[in-house]
């Protein structure tokens, strides 16, 4: 079974703080892969990073950069400088490799970020 | 446009009404998926078809019927509502390789924001 924790429930930060979205994930499989989403208030899910299992190096897009952590299973996401138009809620989403006819993808609760001015 | 178009963007409903639905994917993919979020809920995961076979059935009522005629359209035909089915519906495809346990990230449409009165 799949299963992702995202403890944290609501965040609130005064923009240019940075600020760190924890992940945890369970998995018995040794192939799967990690994806973080974001859905701003009108409600699309907008796809952020995908990482597959035997890919532990860490990365980084412009302010935003992925902590992956197979020991702790962890996938965290950490937004640099923070800006008014990175509020929304963040979801943390975990997809085993497909076996036989499955291949679906299992969220966390989601995190909400409210970005102050 | 990600790629992914859902139809109605909105949608209000009587309990007894009948309605349908629509998903639509561009991108070649192999698999749709449709998911209910609520308020203060996480995504459910509510059916999954690969190669226009239904593969999950995440105990959804029956009220709830999906539809695939192709691997590019997905519908949810809805009837006899409950008030508690108001959610966002969202329709989401992947290209999977079951043969290489591959998952090549999922894209999501802008949801159905459905409200059963």
């Known amino acids: 079974a799949q299963k992702v924790t995202q403890a944290q429930t609501e965040i609130s930060v005064v923009e240019k703080e940075d600020v760190t979205l924890d992940c945890v994930y369970e998995t018995r499989d040794t192939t799967y892969y990690l994806f973080w989403y974001k859905q701003p208030p009108s409600g699309e899910l907008v796809f952020l990073i995908r990482?597959?299992?035997?890919?532990?190096q860490n990365e980084i897009s412009g302010r935003y950069s992925w902590n992956f952590q197979k020991s702790t299973s962890s996938f965290n996401f950490t937004i640099t400088a923070s800006q008014v138009v990175d509020s929304a809620v963040y979801f943390c989403?975990?997809?085993?490799?497909?076996?036989?006819?499955?291949?679906?993808?299992?969220f966390g609760k989601g995190i909400t970020l409210s970005v102050r001015p | 446009e990600t790629g992914v178009t859902q139809t109605p963007r909105h949608l209000v409903m009587g309990m007894t009404n009948k309605k349908s639905l629509k998903c639509e994917q561009h991108?070649?993919?192999?698999?749709m998926y449709w998911y209910k979020q609520s308020a203060k809920k996480p995504l459910e995961l509510m059916f999954v078809?690969?190669?226009?076979?239904?593969?999950e059935n995440n105990s959804v009522p029956s009220r709830f019927s999906p539809e695939c005629p192709n691997s590019s359209h997905l519908f949810l035909h809805l009837h006899t509502l409950q008030p508690e089915d108001s959610a966002l519906y969202l329709c989401?495809?992947?290209?999977?390789?079951?043969?290489?346990?591959?998952?090549?990230?999922?894209?999501f449409g802008s949801g159905t924001r459905l409200t059963v009165v």
């Open positions: 991108l070649g993919h192999n698999a």
């Open positions: 989403a975990l997809s085993e490799a497909p076996t036989g006819a499955n291949s679906k993808l299992t």
């Open positions: 989401a495809s992947s290209q999977v390789s079951f043969a290489r346990r591959a998952n090549y990230g999922y894209t």
């Open positions: 990482r597959n299992s035997f890919d532990e």
């Open positions: 078809y690969n190669f226009k076979e239904q593969t």
